[in-house]
Nanobody
Framework: QVQLVESGGGLVQPGGSLRLSCIVS??????YTWFRQPPAKEREFVAA????????YYADSVKGRFTISIDKAISAVYLQMNGLSPEDTAVYYC??????????????????WGRGTQVTVSS
């Protein structure tokens, strides 16, 4: 049984940092991705890591501030978030799957999801 469990969310002041973790069990996948869903908005792509080549991909809104990484030994996916702003407030979800490259930003390309962790950026 595949499980993805996120942790590390919380309340942080603007300009601060958080590190999200996602522990994956039950299978290994070609792509691990973070999405987020801001209040009253659609779920959106944040960052992805692909096993083939170890390439990473980022949404323009987080490029240069967020970093996705993998610890293969413990099947963990991390999202280091720096320079946080109120616009980053959202529930952050970890997803796993085997999408083709052109689909990695699409929520419909992933069959396995965590339950999410809340990130609130506020002073």
């Amino acid at each position: 049984q595949v499980q993805l469990v996120e942790s590390g969310g919380g309340l942080v002041q603007p300009g601060g940092s958080l590190r999200l973790s996602c522990i994956v069990s039950g299978d290994t996948f070609g792509t691990y991705t973070w999405f987020r869903q801001p209040p009253a908005k659609e779920r959106e792509f944040v960052a992805a890591w692909r096993r083939s080549g170890g390439y990473t991909y980022y949404a323009d809104s987080v490029k240069g501030r967020f970093t996705i990484s993998i610890d293969k030994a413990i099947s963990a996916v991390y999202l280091q978030m720096n320079g946080l702003s109120p616009e980053d407030t959202a529930v952050y979800y970890c997803a796993a799957g085997r999408p083709i490259l052109s689909n990695i930003r699409s929520t419909s390309a992933y069959g396995y999801w965590g339950r999410g962790t809340q990130v609130t950026v506020s002073s």
